[in-house]
């Protein structure tokens, strides 16, 4: 079984805007941040990744089990119903 073309280029895309969603809050969060000195600066830099790859991590894996689910599905007629944990 082929996956379609079209499938791959939705996933891609999807992951793309998820980048793009998370760069942006980075740069928000960034410019709206203040601090004293580099220690102070690498904290919150720690911070805002955390938080941001944390929620674009979760996304980003919940569509891949969407993708699995969708390839799965088209390959044998069921969806296995998989979870991103």
Do not use: H, K
Not at 9 to 25: C, F, K, V
Not at 41 to 54: N, Q, S, Y
Not at 63 to 76: G, I, L
């Amino acid at each position: 079984m082929e996956i379609p073309r079209s499938s791959l280029d939705r996933l891609t895309e999807e992951l793309n805007a998820l980048s793009g969603a998370g760069r942006q809050m980075v740069e928000n969060a960034l410019a709206n941040a203040e601090w004293a000195d580099v220690a102070e600066l690498r904290a919150v830099m720690a911070e805002v990744m955390e938080l941001v790859c944390g929620e674009m991590t979760d996304l980003a894996a919940a569509r891949a089990a969407e993708f699995y689910d969708d390839v799965r599905e088209a390959s044998t007629g069921r969806r296995l119903g998989a979870l991103a944990e």
